[in-house]
């Protein structure tokens, strides 16, 4: 189950969302390599937790060496990993005047160049799909305020929580408690 929290637009934000509450996830954990290769020992498997650490090790680095010679790299039901680039708007592959040509690397352009390097940023980008690419995630996701926001919910509304109250809440009762409005 994903925890939910309120987070508020600070009332001096310039923008429309001024004052506005969304909702945000409240993480339980960060799992590294280790925690992850002992949660997938605990699943019944033939394999020791220090064999799927090194697997997952060796999965790492194997797909940067792959993202970073040009390929993506497709983990069924996870997701595509490949890499991207923000680029410089260039005016021209060559400036005559400063006999400077368009170059594939990394870098800035300087006030009033026409040419130079090509890309600003790489970055990782990892795409979902499978089971997890959004609409699949939306069948099986269950959500629920935490326990601070049930309490704030609560406070609001000027009684106690019941601890019943879930995300969004019902969509056939848009007075359920949860003390929201259903859009």
Request: proline letters at 2%; charged letters at 25%.
């Amino acid at each position: 189950m994903i925890e939910l929290y309120l987070s508020k637009v600070t009332e001096n934000s310039e923008s429309e969302q001024a004052g506005k509450l969304y909702a945000r996830v409240s993480y339980k954990q960060a799992m590294d390599i280790h925690d992850m290769a002992h949660h997938m020992a605990e699943h019944n498997t033939a394999f020791s937790e220090g064999l799927i650490v090194g697997v997952l090790t060796d999965f790492v680095k194997c797909t940067r060496e792959m993202v970073l010679s040009g390929n993506t790299v497709k983990v069924g039901n996870l997701a595509i990993f490949k890499a991207t680039v923000e680029a410089n708007a260039l005016d021209t592959l060559y400036d005559a005047e400063q006999d400077k040509v368009a170059s594939a690397t990394i870098g800035t352009l300087a006030e009033g160049q026409k040419t130079g390097p090509a890309v600003r940023v790489v970055k990782l980008l990892a795409q979902s799909t499978g089971d997890f690419t959004r609409e699949e995630l939306k069948k099986d996701v269950k959500l629920a305020w935490s326990d601070k926001t049930k309490a704030e919910i609560a406070a609001a509304k000027g009684g106690s929580s019941t601890g019943s109250e879930t995300a969004g809440g019902d969509p056939q009762n848009p007075d359920d408690g949860d003390g929201l409005d259903q859009d």
